[in-house]
């Protein structure tokens, strides 16, 4: 590795943690320690418990593991690791109070950058073009997405401002679907520097054609899916999800309500009427399932979905993002918290897919119709919890990231996973079907 490389890499990995920093002190200083101390749903951590996981994590990948340096609080390791204690009981830890908590970040992440400086950037697995560095970065703004969420589901006065989306999306003019050819694409990657184990291997699939829709599914399309009995007709869900919704009373995207004939959305402490041009977000893999099953439709397998957004039918091969492989811009996609919502349908028109498919990065998640599973070859890295324990039929498959999500945590080839039932996610969809061969 030359000085150049080097120096060009330690800068990116630079950035992205003082980024993901700066995001995290946005969305822990709004607050007052009342509220960083409080849970505000039984599905969601306090605060500050993110705020010091974040910091703990950080500490025993990179001041521990990758320099290799004693522990700092190896007695908090126990109350801050996510796979020992859930979410509902997390208030009843020993947690750090709020002060103590920035005390102990702001201590880590100085030795941290110490450490990033000292680091050859070769040489072993995870330091290898700054990986652990990388992926450090990519947890906290995962947690900054969740705390995000936090937020969401808090009552009580705005706390948190962003200017509003771009409002030329132009839905309605653009093709509903586009075709997507079948054959064979590169699916995965194998030498995304920065790319999760669950990412790799790079490896061949072949999908029928089959065609998508262009805009992610829009809340005037899901007011039509409401309007016509879609929440009270058994028809449309699954089993498990008509048990959910009648279990529930759920007959509506989360955070919707109904004064008089006018449908309103709560919005980071905001009750406003539901912009019907703006794909639906916060709704469950089920409520999903059971609109393209209304529409005539279904959801796009996860290989359809990375197909249409990373295949370049003209080269055959597969790009970073649907616009190429150069890195996101505001042009691009709606990303990184920069607003507080998704965009119009169809904005973004420099972030289109070679075949024309627009909103494939940021904006909502979107559910697709697979389960959770390795790709052929996987080998779990660095360690088993990221991925391989939740591999299986119990989750569904995300894609695309949000509104809420960092352009350093979202990519062509990133995978995200829920339950089917989970509502308080930035999750959104878009249908496709299938298409007779050409």
């Not at 072949?206 to 929440?231: E, H, K, Q, S, W």
């Not at 703006?278 to 439709?297: F, I, K, L, T």
Request: overall charge negative; proline content about 9%; glycine content about 8%.
């Amino acid at each position: 590795m030359t000085v150049t490389d080097e120096t060009t890499l330690r800068q990116r990995a630079l950035d992205a943690l003082l980024t993901a920093r700066n995001r995290t002190s946005l969305l822990t200083d709004c607050v007052d320690d009342g509220e960083l101390t409080a849970q505000h749903s039984p599905l969601m951590s306090p605060l500050v418990w993110d705020l010091a996981h974040i910091s703990n994590q950080e500490e025993q990948w990179l001041w521990r593991t990758v320099a290799g340096r004693a522990a700092l609080r190896p007695e908090i390791d126990s109350v801050y690791d996510a796979f020992e204690h859930p979410r509902s009981v997390r208030p009843t830890l020993p947690l750090l109070p709020p002060a103590e908590a920035r005390a102990y970040a702001s201590d880590v992440r100085a030795r941290v950058l110490d450490v990033l400086d000292r680091t050859a950037l070769e040489g072993r697995p995870l330091v290898e073009s700054a990986f652990a560095f990388g992926m450090i970065a990519q947890h906290e703004q995962q947690h900054d997405e969740t705390m995000l969420i936090t937020h969401q589901l808090r009552r009580g006065p705005a706390v948190l401002t962003a200017p509003p989306p771009p409002a030329n999306g132009a839905g309605d003019l653009l093709p509903a679907e586009v075709r997507v050819p079948g054959g064979p694409f590169t699916m995965g990657t194998s030498d995304e520097p920065w790319a999760l184990d669950n990412e790799r291997p790079a490896h061949t699939r072949i999908t029928p054609a089959f065609f998508i829709d262009t805009v992610p599914v829009t809340n005037g399309a899901y007011l039509r899916f409401i309007a016509d009995g879609g929440y009270t007709d058994e028809r449309w869900w699954r089993l498990e999800g008509w048990a959910q919704i009648r279990q529930h009373s759920i007959a509506a995207p989360l955070f919707w309500r109904k004064d008089g004939g006018q449908w309103l959305r709560r919005r980071f402490g905001v009750d406003e009427p539901v912009p019907e041009d703006q794909p639906v977000v916060h709704v469950s893999w089920y409520e999903a399932d059971a609109y393209a099953r209304w529409a005539g439709r279904r959801l796009p397998t996860e290989a359809e979905w990375e197909k249409a957004a990373r295949h370049d039918p003209a080269s055959g091969r597969s790009r970073r993002y649907p616009w190429g492989d150069a890195d996101p811009t505001p042009a691009h996609a709606n990303l990184g918290q920069r607003h507080l919502s998704p965009a119009p349908a169809g904005s973004y028109p420099e972030g289109r897919s070679p075949l024309g498919v627009r909103q494939l990065i940021g904006d909502v998640w979107e559910w697709t119709a697979s389960d959770f599973l390795p790709y052929p070859g996987f080998t779990a890295f660095p360690y088993k919890e990221y991925s391989e324990v939740f591999f299986g039929d119990a989750h569904k498959v995300l894609r695309g990231g949000s509104f809420a999500v960092d352009a350093v945590a979202c990519r062509g080839t990133f995978r995200n996973w829920d339950l089917p039932v989970r509502r308080q996610i930035f999750s959104g969809f878009r249908t496709a079907r299938d298409a007779e061969p050409s």
